[in-house]
């Protein structure tokens, strides 16, 4: 059974940069889609970034691109959110996840993401 954690949030000032990890077990990630996802408070959980399990695809979300930049290391089983220029609007909780068909579309939604990891709250504010 594949488990995630996320790590690496906190508080950061606008402007300034954050590095979100998720280290999973259980399985290796090599044939894995994976993702990042956040919630505000008040708001529904939308999708930051993907990586299908080729690495041959990525996608962003709009509010995020040329921000933010999504890494894999299959080696370590592991994967990054490197976030830079943050805002106040990119204070969430930040989830990690990852899906067994093995895709990234251009349209990421939740589903068919099934594993997930606890959250970890990044807060932008001066």
């Known amino acids: 059974q594949l488990q995630l954690v996320e790590s690496g949030g906190g508080l950061e000032q606008p402007g300034g940069s954050l590095s979100l990890s998720c280290a999973a077990s259980g399985d290796t990630l090599d044939y894995y889609g994976i993702g990042w996802f956040r919630q505000a408070p008040g708001k529904e959980r939308e999708a930051v970034s993907c990586i299908s399990s080729s690495g041959g695809s990525r996608n962003y979300a709009d509010s995020v691109k040329g921000r933010f930049t999504m890494s894999r290391d299959n080696a370590k089983n592991t994967f990054y959110l490197q976030m830079n220029s943050l805002q106040p609007e990119d204070t969430a909780v930040y989830y990690c996840?990852?899906?067994?068909?093995?895709?990234?579309?251009?349209?990421?939604?939740?589903?068919?993401?099934?594993?997930w990891g606890q959250g970890t709250q990044v807060t932008v504010s001066s």
């Open positions: 996840a990852a899906e067994r068909v093995g895709g990234c579309t251009r349209r990421i939604t939740l589903q068919p993401f099934d594993y």
